[in-house]
């Protein structure tokens, strides 16, 4: 992939470090892992606060019965829709969230997956953040991989791994981490792709809540503050 640099400075430059280094230690990632722009979507809210093999299963249950459909998962009652996804643990409240974006895409968009998908990256987001249930992180994520606009997802490994590095501060909040990101490279949505799927696989590799340091691709470049 060729890189779009975009503005010069320290954080530019760590930032494309530490990509070219995670894509040379593990290739590229092939995400996001969906058939399809509602498959992500609903992948995208099923896999909070849960792992992607308990959403496969999930999501699995839901191929089985053909319900990976905006129309026919809408004609479900929340209750129904819950053990369908039981796999994906909170499945209550992530049943009620998937009712409440099938909620919004009809009122606002008529149902149209692919209208709503082409209003816009501002617009999409916005509407995705109006939804309960829906933060930062997913409607984000709707947005760079069903969307295909460039934005930057931000998720617990991103954080962990640059506060290692250095590029943010301790408490720094989603929107900072997302705006140093955005701020020091080019917008560009197969980029924000890559490089989200590499911070990912180190974050499950190696940035865990105990971390494990040994191997990891970028150890040498670690630092544990910022001035």
């Known amino acids: 992939m060729k ?41 995208a809210i099923l896999t909070q606060n849960t792992n992607w093999a308990n ?51 009809r009122a606002d968009y008529g149902g149209d997956l692919e209208k709503m998908l082409a209003s816009g990256r501002e617009n999409l987001r916005e509407g995705l953040l109006g939804v309960r249930g829906i933060g930062p992180e997913t409607a984000d994520s709707i947005v760079l991989y069903a969307g295909h606009y460039p934005i930057f997802v931000v998720d617990a490994y991103t954080g962990r791994i640059f506060r290692c590095q250095g590029l943010i501060a301790e408490k720094a909040s989603y929107g900072e981490v997302q705006e140093m990101v955005m701020a020091s490279l080019e917008p560009d949505e197969r980029f924000f792709n890559e490089f ?12 865990r809540k105990v971390p494990r340091c040994e191997g990891c691709p970028i150890i040498r470049d670690r630092v544990f503050s910022i001035s």
């Open 55 to 105: 959403v496969t299963r999930a999501l699995d249950n839901l191929k089985r019965v053909k319900l990976l459909d905006p129309k026919k998962m809408g004609e479900l009652e929340a209750g129904e829709l819950s053990e369908y996804i039981r796999p994906a643990g909170y499945f209550r409240q992530k049943s009620r969230t998937l009712m409440e974006f099938l909620r919004f895409l």
């Open 3 to 43: 890189l779009k640099t975009g503005r010069s400075g320290r954080p530019r430059e760590k930032l494309l470090r530490i990509y070219r280094r995670l894509a040379g230690a593990y290739g590229p990632q092939g995400w996001w892992p969906a058939e399809g722009a509602f498959e992500m979507i609903v992948g």
């Open 196 to 207: 989200h799927a590499l911070l990912v696989r180190l974050g499950k590799t190696h940035c």
